[in-house]
Nanobody
Framework: QVQLVESGGGLVQPGGSLRLSCTASGSIFTINAMGWYRQTPGKQRELVAAITSGGSTNYADSVKGRFTISRDNAKNTVYLQMNSLKPEDTAVYYC??????????????WGQGTQVTVSS
């Protein structure tokens, strides 16, 4: 069993900042890429940012220059620092991890989601 637990969402005013965290635990052998996705009602889940085990990053155009993804491999944790937040960043944010578990199975795991609301 593998679990991803997210934290750090909440309500923030436009222009403000939030930091999301996600920690993976359980029967993990090694974690490949980790990332953050977001979803709003009626829309498909979209990639926000991703990071490989080696530290290479990828960002959605809409968040480049404002969001920063990082990870602590020793803690199996990925972070998303979100600055200059806009109302259109409002969404449920989901953590994703692509990993090999201790049964030699590779698959994607998802967190439960954390709400981010940007509003004055």
């Amino acid at each position: 069993q593998v679990q991803l637990v997210e934290s750090g969402g909440g309500l923030v005013q436009p222009g403000g900042s939030l930091r999301l965290s996600c920690t993976a635990s359980g029967s993990i052998f090694t974690i490949n890429a980790m990332g953050w996705y977001r979803q709003t009602p009626g829309k498909q889940r979209e990639l926000v940012a991703a990071i490989t085990s080696g530290g290479s990053t990828n960002y959605a155009d809409s968040v480049k220059g404002r969001f920063t993804i990082s990870r602590d491999n020793a803690k199996n944790t990925v972070y998303l620092q979100m600055n200059s937040l806009k109302p259109e960043d409002t969404a449920v944010y989901y953590c994703n991890a692509n990993l090999w578990d201790t049964r030699a199975t590779r698959r994607d795991y998802w967190g439960q989601g954390t709400q981010v609301t940007v509003s004055s």
